[in-house]
């Protein structure tokens, strides 16, 4: 086998492919020929030391992938050779084998094919929990996603008009406007015209009749934070699920008084761990949703697994419209 070793996290320059031997399944373990493995925003925290998940080194990068199961350790039942499966380990998705946790993996329905399982878990689980979980977001309710051109912002916005929601959705350029009203969005904001010290909170005002948004769905962080929420209705939720502008902001919290709102926090990793059965109803779920077309991710383009480092510089540059996939 192959793959893109992590020996020292100090940024995608460091990674390297190489030959190492194929390892065998433990008790519990699946050997999985990895056809798809997608980039999301964790991975490149993880080669730059950053995330708050930290693997032994070295290790190979790659948290979300799907592929073809080759082999099973003792005690695995549930799965079997030949089968095909997605699954979310955190680690050893980019390249071309990997070991992976057999609970962890999740059993391909016919017709699921591998780039888009490879690019599902991650952002519709995460989105599923937060809008409908954490949320609680209802029919005829209006969500306002930041960062709604991305992998997440496309997910929720499936997800919000498969329940019967409004959505406003708030993005960096008119390209990633237009996307995402290919994707359901009901309304948009340019965010690259509508600033946060200029007329961002003008619009949503103008985009709700005054009432402001009942949820908003927040992946972004950084100064887009504090204008949204000051712009939210009453007993409003503000969804705080990820940081990929890199500031972490500081909410005034006399705004959650005055608003009857409420500052909610979206973990989906630990949700899965401390919740697995609620977890596993979201996935059957999102499941029948994607064989009934109310979701299906957005792939901004497949790559050959030897490009990863071309895929990760263009994540960099924030010009990824939904999700980057590498095949094998």
């Known amino acids: 086998m192959h793959a893109w070793l992590c020996e020292t996290p100090v940024g995608v320059d460091a990674l390297s492919w190489k030959e190492l031997p194929t390892p065998v399944p433990k008790p519990g373990e699946v050997l999985i020929a990895i056809k798809a493995a997608s980039l999301n925003f964790p991975d490149l925290l993880i080669v730059q030391n950053k995330y708050q998940f930290k693997p032994p080194l070295p290790f ?29 380990s955190g680690t050893g ?7 992976a946790p057999a609970a962890l993996c999740f059993p391909l329905p016919e ?10 878990i991650m952002i519709y689980a995460t989105s599923y929990h937060a809008l409908l979980d954490r949320a609680a977001l209802k029919a005829g309710e209006t969500v306002l996603i930041l960062g709604a051109a991305g992998g997440v912002g496309t997910a929720a916005i499936q997800i919000a008009k498969a329940v019967g929601a409004r959505v406003i959705a708030a993005a960096s350029s008119d390209e990633k406007c237009a996307l995402c009203r290919a994707e359901g969005a009901d309304e948009t904001l340019n965010y690259s015209v509508h600033t946060p010290s200029g007329s961002f909170r ?39 699920v990820g940081f990929a502008s890199g500031p972490i902001p500081n909410l005034p919290l006399n ?49 050959p ?5 071309q ?15 590498m095949v094998n």
């Open 60 to 88: 190979v990068p790659g948290s979300e992938y799907a592929g073809v199961v080759e082999a099973v350790g003792d005690g695995v039942t549930h799965l079997k050779p030949g089968q095909n499966v997605a699954c979310l």
């Open 93 to 99: 998705g980019f390249g071309t084998h990997t070991l």
């Open 111 to 120: 017709g699921f094919g591998h780039v888009d399982a490879a690019a599902f």
């Open 202 to 240: 003008d619009e949503i005002k103008r985009l709700t009749g005054g009432k402001g948004p009942d949820v908003v769905y927040d992946p972004v962080g950084g100064e887009f934070a504090e204008p949204a929420f000051r712009s939210i209705a009453w007993r409003g939720r503000y969804l705080v």
């Open 255 to 303: 705004l959650a008084l005055l608003k009857g709102a409420s500052i909610v926090g979206v973990f989906w990793g630990d949700y899965a761990k401390r919740e697995p059965r609620a977890n596993a109803a979201d996935m059957a779920t999102l499941a029948q949703w994607y064989a009934q077309g109310k979701v299906k991710p957005v792939i901004d383009r497949t790559l």
């Open 305 to 309: 697994m030897a490009e990863l480092k």
């Open 311 to 325: 895929a990760y510089a263009v994540m960099g540059s924030r010009s990824v419209k939904g999700k980057l996939v």
